[in-house]
């Protein structure tokens, strides 16, 4: 049977890089590694069908689609 949820870490990463616009910062808030990060938000882009964010040569940067989801996201984690 197929989750019809993603995994409330990948959430919590990707509400953390959203929020720092860094898979680093996130990373450091959370305790984790930046690779950690990575693999967590490349999972729930590969569950929800959608490119999150944008890989720049200095990081990374939301798409419209991602900042959207990002305030879904941010919304239900503080309920």
Same mark, same amino acid.
């Given at each position: 049977?197929?989750? /019809?949820?993603?995994?409330?870490?990948?959430?919590?990463?990707?509400?953390?890089?959203?929020?720092? +616009?860094?898979?680093?910062? *996130?990373?450091? +808030?959370? *305790?984790?590694?930046?690779?950690?990060?990575? /693999?967590? &938000? #490349? *999972?729930?882009? +590969?569950?929800?069908? &959608?490119? %999150?964010?944008?890989?720049?040569?200095?990081?990374? #940067?939301?798409?419209?689609?991602?900042?959207?989801?990002? /305030?879904?996201?941010?919304?239900? %984690?503080?309920?």
């Amino acid at each position: 049977m197929r989750r /019809r949820i993603p995994s409330t870490q990948a959430l919590v990463c990707f509400e953390a890089a959203a929020r720092h +616009e860094s898979y680093t910062r *996130a990373a450091q +808030e959370l *305790a984790l590694t930046q690779g950690a990060v990575a /693999r967590q &938000i #490349a *999972a729930l882009e +590969e569950f929800v069908g &959608i490119v %999150l964010f944008r890989r720049t040569r200095h990081g990374v #940067a939301l798409t419209d689609s991602g900042r959207d989801y990002a /305030r879904q996201v941010a919304r239900r %984690l503080d309920a």
